[in-house]
Nanobody, 115 residues
C-alpha cells in the first residue's frame, strides 16, 4: 500500500509563485513515475506534469515554461514549483503514481490564485 500526501497549497495573487509537495510512504519515488494532476470546480481532472524514475519531465501545454516538477529521492518527495500563476490555475492539485497494476492518488491540496 502506498500513501501519498500533498502539502504546500494556499492562496496567492496572480503572478505569484507557490510550491506544492507530494510525500510518499515507503521508498518508491526512485523507481516509479510520478504525476501531478489538477481539478477545478465543475471541470474534469487534467494532467499537469510528470517525472519518470530516470528524471525525464513532461508538461501540459498550459503550464509549460511556468511549472517545474522535480524529485528528491532522499526525502521520497516530488515537488511542483509553480511560477507566474494565473487565476485559471486555481484547482485542487493531486499527485499520482502507479506501482505494478495499482494506481495511487493523494488526497489533493487546494491552490487558489486571486486576480
Amino acid at each position: 500500500q502506498v500513501h501519498l500526501v500533498e502539502s504546500g497549497g494556499g492562496l496567492v495573487q496572480a503572478g505569484g509563485s507557490l510550491r506544492v509537495s507530494c510525500a510518499a510512504s515507503g521508498n518508491i519515488f526512485s523507481i516509479v513515475p510520478v504525476g501531478w494532476y489538477r481539478q477545478a470546480p465543475g471541470k474534469q481532472r487534467e494532467w499537469v506534469a510528470r517525472i519518470t524514475s530516470g528524471g525525464t519531465t513532461t508538461y501540459a501545454y498550459s503550464v509549460k515554461g511556468r511549472f517545474t516538477i522535480s524529485r528528491d529521492n532522499a526525502k521520497n518527495t516530488v515537488f511542483l514549483q509553480m511560477n507566474s500563476l494565473k487565476p485559471e490555475d486555481t484547482a485542487v492539485y493531486l499527485c499520482h503514481t502507479q506501482l505494478g497494476p495499482s494506481d495511487y492518488w493523494g488526497q489533493g491540496i487546494q491552490v487558489t490564485v486571486s486576480s
